[in-house]
């Protein structure tokens, strides 16, 4: 193949993404549409918001922590530390460490103290840590939680769980007159 070929060719294929692309973006606003239609909108995207508010604040909160504790926890060194790779070891470790005392260093670099059992354990816990939040997760959705019937919420532009409405209506229309928002 000649160079113009492979120009034309090229060119053709770039095409080719760009429509692919195109029908992609109208098929997603499509779906979008569908699953959130323009009259209940707001209502949906507020009850899945209410749905998984627990879940963004947990994970908030744990990004968080997670941060915190690698960079306070000597993992990153706090980041003014200057930091060398450890001899020995597939890790950092702040560079003063090593140039006060190598000699002592090296003489514990074997020994096992026990405090690396703490992070040791860590990683072994880990992945069934997170396999409990999972499956917590999985439970919970497969019994029910999330999944209430709905209601149009009388007097009120929302909808609202239906069981919620069933249990006290004279409550519910004594709360309607004394909080109308």
């Not at 699953?35 to 949906?44: A, C, G, L, N, Y």
């Not at 990153?76 to 020995?88: D, L, N, Q, R, Y």
């Not at 499956?135 to 769980?161: D, E, I, S």
């Amino acid at each position: 193949m000649r160079f113009d070929e492979v120009k034309k060719s090229v060119g053709e294929k770039l095409k080719e993404a760009l429509f692919a692309v195109e029908n992609w973006g109208a098929e997603a606003l499509a779906w979008f549409d569908s699953v959130f239609p323009p009259d209940t909108r707001v209502e949906k995207i507020k009850h899945w918001f209410h749905v998984a508010q627990p879940y963004l604040i947990a994970g908030g909160a744990l990004t968080i922590f997670v941060y915190f504790c690698r960079c306070c926890c000597g993992r990153w060194g706090g980041g003014m530390v200057k930091m060398t790779k450890s001899p020995g070891r597939n890790r950092r470790m702040p560079r003063r460490d090593f140039e006060i005392n190598p000699r002592g260093y090296f003489q514990r670099l074997r020994s096992h103290h026990g405090c690396g059992k703490i992070k040791h354990w860590f990683h072994v816990a880990q992945p069934y840590l997170i396999a409990a939040v999972v499956l917590t997760m999985v439970v919970y959705f497969c019994c029910g939680g999330g999944r209430l019937k709905m209601m149009k919420a009388p007097g009120r532009n929302l909808r609202m769980p239906r069981r919620d409405f069933e249990i006290d209506p004279e409550g519910y229309f004594w709360e309607l007159q004394s909080h109308p928002w």
